[in-house]
């Protein structure tokens, strides 16, 4: 299973960004979907995720900010990015959980600028 992570960009302070990831490969099942982001010097944190339910989670910096989605039979999963700040800059990955088993992306940088 391969995810590809796509819609990163560079964007003014304020701006928007769309992220996308959709999978390939073999069928899989998957359970929680994510988005995690690494910022220059630090560790990987995890942004925003979303439950086989619908029930979703917010690192406390992006709430209001930050939708979380999926488009459950293409098993795509979005991050609708608004009122961007300089410290939302990093390398944005998607990452699916079940079970035992889970699948990272290669990323797609975000950049914002003041």
């Known amino acids: 299973v391969q995810l590809q992570a796509s819609g990163g960009g560079l964007v003014q302070a304020g701006g928007s960004l769309r992220l996308s990831c959709a999978p390939s490969?073999?069928?899989?099942?998957?359970?929680?979907m994510a988005w995690h982001r690494q910022a220059p010097g630090k560790e990987r944190e995890l942004v925003a995720r979303i439950f086989g339910t619908g029930s979703t989670d917010y690192e406390d910096s992006v709430k209001g900010r930050f939708t979380i989605s999926r488009d459950i039979r293409r098993k795509t999963l979005y991050l609708q990015m608004n009122n961007l700040k300089p410290e939302d800059t990093g390398v944005y990955y998607c990452h699916y959980i079940h079970a035992r088993s889970d699948y990272w992306g290669k990323g797609t940088q975000v950049t914002v600028s003041s």
């Open positions: 490969g073999r069928p899989f099942s998957v359970s929680v």
